[in-house]
């Protein structure tokens, strides 16, 4: 089963997946909150992260984020904010804090989506595994657990895993 930790320590991708965790979550929220669109703007600000890694307004966003979740204690609904608030403070971390970020906003949107956490995180990795590889190719990052990613990848994804695999090895 794919985890986060089988992509090893990757900022970017740790707030990739937490965005991806708190979207899943977010229809959980609108339900039950349709005329409250922090927790959206919250994850569109984190969006903003990738083209704009200094937005100051991003930590503003995830302790907002924060209280709406502490302030609706007890409301199923309030895990998607979590996802939410997640999803920024993985923005704002360092890489290794990242992880962790990501980490918890699945297991906000698992809660939220009443779903197996890992089965969630497997379906999120698997589902963005393309993504995912060629941004591992573009950094030139390799993954903590090759083998683990190596059986999902097509055959071209393979070939050209292997080929990149042998070029970081001999640098």
């Known amino acids: 089963m794919l985890t986060i930790e089988s992509l090893g320590q990757d900022k970017c991708l ?33 969006k903003i992260w990738f083209q704009d890694p200094i937005n100051t307004n991003l930590m503003e966003a995830a302790i ?48 939220a989506l009443n779903v197996n956490n890992e089965d969630l995180i497997h379906g999120v990795i698997l589902k963005n595994l393309n993504t ?8 030139k990052n390799t993954f903590a657990q090759p083998e683990l990613i190596f059986n999902y990848l097509n055959q071209e994804q393979k070939e050209c895993f292997l080929f990149n695999l042998d070029i970081m090895a001999s640098s």
Do not use: C
């Open 132 to 139: 995912i590889f060629y941004h591992k190719l573009e950094v």
């Open 64 to 111: 907002a984020s924060k209280r709406i979740a502490v302030s609706n204690n007890g409301d199923p609904a309030t895990y998607s904010a979590h996802a939410a608030a997640y999803a920024a403070s993985a923005a704002v971390s360092v890489a290794a804090a990242s992880l962790s970020a990501s980490k918890y906003a699945a297991y906000a949107a698992a809660k």
């Open 14 to 46: 740790s707030v990739f997946l937490a965005v991806q965790f708190a979207e899943k979550a977010l229809p959980v929220w609108e339900k039950k909150h349709p005329q409250d669109m922090r927790p959206r703007e919250v994850i569109e600000l984190t």
